[in-house]
Antibody, heavy 128, light 110 residues
Framework: QVQLVESGGGVVQPGRSLRLSCAASGFTFTNHGMHWVRQAPGRGLEWVAVTSYDGTTEFYADSVKGRFTISRDNSKNTLSLQMNSLTTEDTAVYYC??????????????????????WGKGTTVTVS | QSVLTQPPSVSGAPGQRVTISCTGSSSNIGSGYEVHWYQQLPGTAPKLLIYRNTERPSGVPDRFSGSKSGTSASLAITGLQADDEAVYYCQSHDISLTYVFGTGTTVTVL
């Protein structure tokens, strides 16, 4: 079955860095964009970043732009989030999520639907 | 920074119908982007509930339905059940090339 498993969370001091990973299985990883979404304690969902199916394009929320970098290794079915210059505002559960769109190898197009259809259980980052 | 506005809470008795509104703007929902809904049960990850305004993923009961009009969307839950108690989020895309979530609505079954 489709599964996303995040890892790498922990407690880190302000100003330091942390790298999150997400292991994907059960689907053709190379055909889908991938997201990071976070949720601060007691707060709502906040989209963080997305990478295209082939890793050539990324977009970021303003709150993390210039500090976080999303990347993927399609040979290992792995998504990553490098987080630098962390602040207490970055404390949250970080979820990896699969994009609901897909790359069609026959047409060569990526079909964008702009939603997340599968989520991991999350990994907790505490900046303190 | 949520840019889609939802009511903080709605409640209803078992069996009743409740609706949750999601209000956006001309830069997201009003630009033609579709609206999607997620259910987050206590202590768990969000789960896709409705996608592309009205579509239900396999396994989601037809008690859940979505609609969209103009710069707003709605989620309706009919035949409310105790295990529908959760936080519900709407989500869309924005012309700034970002993804936006709603503020979240807690559904309470009385």
């Amino acid at each position: 079955q489709v599964q996303l498993v995040e890892s790498g969370g922990g407690v880190v001091q302000p100003g330091r860095s942390l790298r999150l990973s997400c292991a994907a299985s059960g689907f053709t990883f190379t055909n889908h964009g991938m997201h990071w979404v976070r949720q601060a304690p007691g707060r709502g969902l906040e989209w963080v970043a997305v990478t295209s199916y082939d890793g050539t394009t990324e977009f970021y929320a303003d709150s993390v732009k210039g500090r976080f970098t999303i990347s993927r290794d399609n040979s290992k079915n792995t998504l990553s989030l490098q987080m630098n210059s962390l602040t207490t505002e970055d404390t949250a559960v970080y979820y990896c999520a699969k994009d609901g769109g897909y790359y069609d190898i026959l047409t060569g197009y990526y079909y964008f639907y702009y939603y997340m259809d599968v989520w991991g259980k999350g990994t907790t980052v505490t900046v303190s | 920074q949520s840019v889609l506005t939802q009511p903080p809470s709605v409640s209803g008795a078992p069996g009743q119908r409740v609706t949750i509104s999601c209000t956006g703007s001309s830069s997201n929902i009003g630009s033609g982007y579709e609206v999607h809904w997620y259910q987050q049960l206590p202590g768990t990850a969000p789960k896709l509930l409705i996608y592309r305004n009205t579509e239900r993923p396999s396994g989601v009961p037809d008690r859940f339905s979505g609609s969209k009009s103009g710069t707003s969307a709605s989620l309706a839950i009919t035949g409310l059940q105790a295990d529908d108690e959760a936080v519900y989020y709407c989500q869309s895309h924005d012309i700034s090339l970002t993804y936006v979530f709603g503020t979240g609505t807690t559904v309470t079954v009385l």
